[in-house]
């Protein structure tokens, strides 16, 4: 039987989708809640046996939930999400009376959906910051409202590029089980030759070894490069498009994301402009490539280079605007396209996103990347068998 799963703060329905695609356990999305209305589409067209809703999920109230799905108490396994990070600045003591006050942080509304459904186990996604909001105080306060709610948590910060992940997106991982279940965590299968973000506990963080943070360890299999997760795709220019593959995919990531499809989608170019182009051609590792007659300002990893024997860096929701986060192709004179953007993420090929271009773009930049999810749910199907 298919564990039940709710998506919280869902966008895509990605980090759900990750689970679905666990090949230890089965999962069925069966709710996704998210305050955009294209991206709960989005969610909706790869989800297609889940109930997706849009909007504010503090005017979400449980029990309506429960009447649409026709679902009770404990028929729910796992409650996934990953609530903004706006919604931790005033956590409050639970108190589950309250559960319909406007003032509720947008945490503590996931906090109500586990105390009314209690789910066998929770997970929130997040950003590395989390950990040291308020000298701290936050994800302990979090860690306080689920133990009031009958839930042991712990948490992890790790690399996407240690799990298999082609982008060096460091996310901080909350889990939450019953009290007195065991907590454990994923161990990185993957090593790179790069540097990874410091904390003060090194114990919190999921790293290849201790030893290693700046060599690749010898028993793991080396992290995905920019090139190996997109070496396949059409070699288009500016303002060009392709629409279908013209060569066959060279290692298992690229074979895995392209599904044996043979109509290729989102692989169309931002069309720069000549100055634009001038600055493209000079582009390297950092702003400081660009002569300086040609920019006027911009962070160091504007106007940047992909280095392509390296896994990314962090993918932005403006990856195919060059004055982002380093986002011009490694060999190509250009911004990276959607679904080079998207094979970064780990998305499949298949997956479908609704919207423009630009609200794909954002789209594909927020999301939790899939096989990230993947990893994490087989991992916690382990803890919850």
Same mark, same amino acid.
């Given at each position: 039987?298919?564990?039940?799963?709710?998506?919280?703060?869902?966008?895509?329905?990605?980090?759900?989708?990750?689970?679905?695609?666990?090949?230890?356990?089965?999962?069925?999305?069966?709710?996704?809640?998210?305050?955009?209305?294209?991206?709960?589409?989005?969610?909706?067209?790869?989800?297609?046996?889940?109930?997706?809703?849009?909007?504010?999920?503090?005017?979400?109230?449980?029990?309506?939930?429960?009447?649409?799905?026709?679902?009770?108490?404990?028929?729910?396994?796992?409650?996934?999400?990953?609530?903004?990070?706006?919604?931790?600045?005033?956590?409050?003591?639970?108190?589950?009376?309250?559960?319909?006050?406007?003032?509720?942080?947008?945490?503590?509304?996931?906090?109500?959906?586990?105390?009314?459904?209690?789910?066998?186990?929770?997970?929130?996604?997040?950003?590395?910051?989390?950990?040291?909001?308020?000298?701290?105080?936050?994800?302990?306060?979090?860690?306080?409202?689920?133990?009031?709610?009958?839930?042991?948590?712990?948490? @992890? &910060?790790?690399?996407?590029?240690?799990?298999? =992940?082609?982008?060096?997106?460091?996310? #901080? *991982?909350?889990? /939450?089980?019953?009290?007195?279940?065991?907590?454990?965590?994923?161990?990185?299968?993957?090593?790179?030759?790069?540097?990874?973000?410091?904390?003060?506990?090194?114990?919190?963080?999921?790293?290849?070894?201790?030893?290693?943070?700046?060599?690749?360890?010898?028993?793991?299999?080396?992290?995905?490069?920019?090139?190996?997760?997109?070496?396949?795709?059409?070699?288009?220019?500016?303002?060009?498009?392709?629409?279908?593959?013209?060569?066959?995919?060279?290692?298992?990531?690229?074979?895995?994301?392209?599904?044996?499809?043979?109509?290729?989608?989102?692989?169309?170019?931002?069309?720069?402009?000549?100055?634009?182009? @001038? &600055?493209?051609?000079?582009?390297?590792?950092? =702003?400081?490539?660009?002569?300086?007659? #040609? *920019?006027?300002? /911009?962070?160091?990893?504007?106007?940047?280079?992909?280095?392509?024997?390296?896994?990314?860096?962090?993918?932005?929701?403006?990856?195919?605007?060059?004055?982002?986060?380093?986002?011009?192709?490694?060999?190509?004179?250009?911004?990276?396209?959607?679904?080079?953007?998207?094979?970064?993420?780990?998305?499949?090929?298949?997956?479908?996103?609704?919207?423009?271009?630009?609200?794909?773009?954002?789209?594909?930049?927020?999301?939790?990347?899939?096989?990230?999810?993947?990893?994490?749910?087989?991992?916690?199907?382990?803890?919850?068998?």
């Amino acid at each position: 039987m298919a564990y039940r799963l709710f998506d919280l703060f869902s966008g895509t329905g990605a980090f759900s989708k990750g689970f679905e695609n666990s090949l230890s356990a089965e999962y069925q999305t069966v709710f996704c809640n998210d305050l955009l209305p294209v991206a709960v589409r989005t969610a909706t067209a790869n989800h297609p046996h889940a109930k997706c809703v849009s909007g504010d999920i503090r005017k979400l109230r449980r029990e309506h939930v429960a009447e649409m799905l026709k679902l009770r108490r404990g028929q729910v396994d796992v409650i996934i999400g990953g609530p903004p990070c706006q919604g931790f600045s005033s956590i409050r003591p639970f108190r589950s009376s309250e559960e319909d006050d406007p003032r509720n942080s947008l945490f503590e509304e996931f906090a109500s959906f586990v105390n009314y459904f209690r789910p066998r186990a929770l997970v929130i996604e997040n950003v590395v910051g989390l950990a040291t909001h308020k000298g701290g105080e936050t994800i302990e306060a979090m860690q306080t409202c689920f133990e009031q709610l009958g839930y042991d948590t712990d948490w @992890r &910060i790790l690399n996407a590029a240690h799990f298999g =992940i082609p982008q060096r997106r460091e996310r #901080l *991982i909350f889990i /939450g089980l019953p009290r007195g279940a065991k907590i454990t965590f994923p161990n990185p299968t993957h090593s790179s030759n790069g540097s990874t973000i410091g904390y003060r506990d090194r114990t919190r963080m999921l790293l290849p070894d201790e030893d290693t943070l700046f060599t690749r360890a010898p028993n793991l299999e080396p992290a995905i490069t920019v090139m190996e997760a997109i070496g396949d795709l059409p070699r288009i220019e500016s303002g060009e498009e392709s629409l279908a593959y013209d060569v066959a995919p060279t290692n298992a990531y690229q074979a895995a994301r392209r599904k044996g499809l043979t109509k290729l989608t989102l692989h169309g170019s931002t069309k720069h402009t000549k100055k634009m182009l @001038r &600055i493209i051609k000079h582009s390297g590792p950092n =702003i400081y490539s660009i002569p300086k007659h #040609l *920019i006027t300002s /911009g962070f160091s990893s504007c106007y940047s280079r992909l280095d392509g024997d390296c896994p990314s860096v962090t993918i932005t929701v403006n990856f195919v605007h060059p004055a982002s986060n380093r986002c011009i192709h490694p060999v190509l004179n250009r911004a990276l396209t959607p679904r080079e953007g998207a094979r970064l993420q780990s998305f499949d090929d298949d997956f479908v996103f609704c919207g423009n271009r630009s609200q794909i773009v954002k789209q594909i930049g927020n999301a939790v990347p899939p096989l990230l999810g993947k990893v994490i749910g087989e991992h916690l199907a382990s803890l919850i068998a």
